[in-house]
């Protein structure tokens, strides 16, 4: 089966940096992507890894360890726009397995 | 098109009804999801299509869902009998190859919020 955690909600203020942290066990690996979801809006691509390491994109940057199943995303110089819910998905062969996703609320 | 366009955008119907939910995904994406999103909750995939085949429905809640797609582009999503725990938003996706990867990710449409009275 599928297990992907991630927290429910967190909070930062703007300007700060927040790290969204996601833990997975599936039964296969393809990569890991990082969706960002506004309220009532679809998910939108923000990073993949599929490789061990740090990818940086701009004020976000995601780390990837498949040995301990542990990915996070980096969000820096947090503005108000960035408050959404951000998805962690796991691919295994076509399909994309997701966490509950992490609500962040930035408060000025 | 631009992007995935689902229809309608909003869906109120009456327990027991049977409701159509439609995808339009990115010109020439071979592959599309359906997921479904309840309140407060992940995305839970429902079904995978590769050009007009499914190799996998295992995550069609009941009998009672069933989708099909055609011409290797429009999908649609019929649920029979709707029930109230089928009221969710109905996320389809599409991406260009088999495998999402960084240049290949999937794009989602706006979804269609269904609620059954």
């Known amino acids: 089966g599928q297990n992907i955690d991630q927290p429910t909600e967190m909070t930062a203020t703007e300007g700060a940096i927040v790290q969204i942290n996601c833990t997975y066990q599936t039964s296969g690996f393809n990569g890991l992507f990082w969706y960002q979801q506004h309220a009532g809006e679809a998910p939108t691509f923000l990073s993949y890894n599929v490789l061990d390491g740090l990818e940086e994109k701009g004020r976000f940057s995601s780390f990837l360890s498949r040995s301990k199943g542990y990915s996070y995303l980096l969000l820096k110089e947090l503005q108000m726009k960035d408050s959404a819910s951000y998805l962690c998905a796991v691919n295994n062969d076509y399909k994309l397995s997701f966490g509950a996703g992490t609500t962040v609320t930035v408060r000025a | 098109g631009a992007g995935v366009s689902q229809s309608p955008s909003n869906k109120v119907t009456e327990k027991g009804k049977d409701v159509e939910l439609r995808c339009d995904p990115i010109?020439?994406?071979?592959?599309l999801y359906w997921y479904r999103q309840s309140l407060g909750q992940g995305l839970e995939f429902l079904i995978y299509?590769?050009?007009?085949?499914?190799?996998?429905k295992s995550g069609l809640p009941s009998d009672r869902f069933s989708a099909e797609r055609t011409g290797g582009s429009v999908s649609t999503l019929t649920i029979q009998r709707t029930q109230q725990e089928d009221s969710a938003v109905y996320l389809c996706a599409s991406s260009l190859e088999r495998y999402p990867a960084w240049n290949t990710e999937a794009f989602f449409g706006q979804g269609t919020r269904l609620t059954v009275v």
């Open positions: 010109s020439g994406h071979t592959a």
């Open positions: 299509f590769q050009g007009n085949s499914a190799p996998d």
